[in-house]
Structure formats: C-alpha cells, structure tokens
C-alpha cells in the first residue's frame, strides 16, 4: 500500500464541486504538515492549499482562496480538499504530500515537502 493516495478526483463542470481525500498509511498524520498541489499539462506543479501539524495554520494560493478549503481528520488519518466554484483553470492533476517540520506554520512550496501521492485527475469543463 502507498504510504499517501489521493481520491475523488474526476470531471466535473465550471461551477460545481469536488471533494478530494488523501488517505495516509505509515505515518501518524498529526505530525505531519499537508499541503495539496496541482499540476496542469506543460505547466509547472503548484501549492494549492496546506495545514500545519497542528491544524493552527492554513494557507491557501490566491487563485483557490474562497473556493477551496483544506480540513484533516487525524483520527481517520486523511486529510481533504473541498473545491468549490470549480473552474477551467482549476484542471490538473491534485497531489497530497507531507512533511515533518517542527515549525507551527505550513507552506505551500512543493520543494519543501518529503512525501507524496501520485495524485488524482480534476478536469473542470467550461
């Protein structure tokens, strides 16, 4: 079993919604900082969104702000994207990843973060 699997991904029209999950296996999710991430085809791969360990920090890009909201359930060990007011440009491939870090906040750097899923295809239709 991958240690991070992301889903709920899939086709969805401009406007509507979606709700990934990121399930985690072999790490104790509340240690950890989580961000999600996106990669559109030709294009570089983005932060989207991330929660510190201890759920006191959360950041969003400026492009999802409003739209998305990242929550965790430690006890289940998942965390999740709500994605809201979907739109084209929000197509790509989602990511989950993790990284121990013994600072309260969370970035949503993708260079920072250790381990990752591989991701689940969003595709928003105008």
């Known amino acids: 079993q991958l240690p991070l699997v992301e889903s709920g991904g899939g086709l969805v029209q401009s406007g509507g919604s979606l709700r990934l999950s990121c399930a985690v296996s072999e790490f104790t999710l509340a240690y950890y900082n989580v961000g999600w991430f996106r990669q559109a085809p030709g294009k570089e791969r983005e932060g989207v969104s991330c929660i510190s360990y201890g759920g006191g920090a959360i950041q969003y890009a400026d492009s999802v702000k409003g739209r998305f909201a990242i929550s965790r359930d430690t006890a289940r060990n998942m965390a999740f994207l709500q994605m809201n007011s979907l739109k084209p440009e929000d197509t790509g491939v989602y990511f989950c990843?993790?990284?121990?870090?013994?600072?309260?906040?969370?970035?949503?750097?993708?260079?920072?973060?250790?381990?990752w899923g591989r991701g689940t295809q969003v595709t928003v239709s105008s």
């Open positions: 990843a993790i990284v121990e870090t013994p600072g309260s906040a969370c970035e949503i750097d993708p260079r920072v973060y250790a381990f």
